[in-house]
């Protein structure tokens, strides 16, 4: 009887640790309009990044026409002058994908000729952490008893622990 309760136990507490376990999330640079140079909508690469939270591991893609585009990363210093000649690295086909690796700030530009200083650039910010894409103001506000699903969230797997320890140390 012991063994089935220490199983009861060991399974109770891996359930509980599923929902710290995130997966990362795959971000479509631009969405529809892709890695484009942003002549109708100037300000596409900005409010992607403005509404969207990158994480580690999370994976931008860079959809764009191979030969017509490209993605190159550089130093912020470099990103604000569109200066491409030092390139930190460079992906020439599409589908681009980038694995954010590090928390930080990460500039992406495209080098060909006069596409960077047209718009065609990307800065972004990531945080360490489970993937998401609301930002603050789009998450949804709590309700006035908000407070009751997270105290029974809390509440019943600390209740189980507790049987389970009670039975684990307790035998009949």
């Known amino acids: 009887m012991a063994n089935v309760e220490i199983l009861f136990l060991l399974l109770t507490l891996k359930l509980m640790s599923l929902q710290y376990i995130t997966e990362a999330a795959e971000h479509v640079v631009g969405g529809d309009s892709a890695w484009i140079i942003p002549i109708n909508n100037p300000s596409l690469y900005s409010s992607f990044a403005a509404s969207t939270t990158f994480r580690v591991n999370d994976t931008l893609v860079f959809n764009f026409r191979t030969g017509a585009h490209n993605v190159a990363t550089l130093s912020q210093k470099h990103y604000e002058s569109c200066n491409v000649t030092e390139l930190t690295e460079s992906f020439n086909t599409s589908p681009a994908k980038i694995t954010l690796n590090r928390t930080g700030d990460f500039y992406f530009v495209c ?3 006069s596409h960077c200083s047209l718009g065609q650039k990307l800065s972004i910010h990531v945080t360490a ?10 998450a949804p506000l709590p309700s006035p008893h908000s407070g009751a699903p997270t105290l029974l969230a809390v509440t019943v797997p600390v209740l189980v622990m507790a049987v389970a320890t009670n039975l684990l140390f307790h035998s009949y």
């Open 111 to 113: 080098a060909f000729p």
């Open 129 to 138: 952490g489970g993937s998401s894409s609301l930002t603050p103001s789009e």
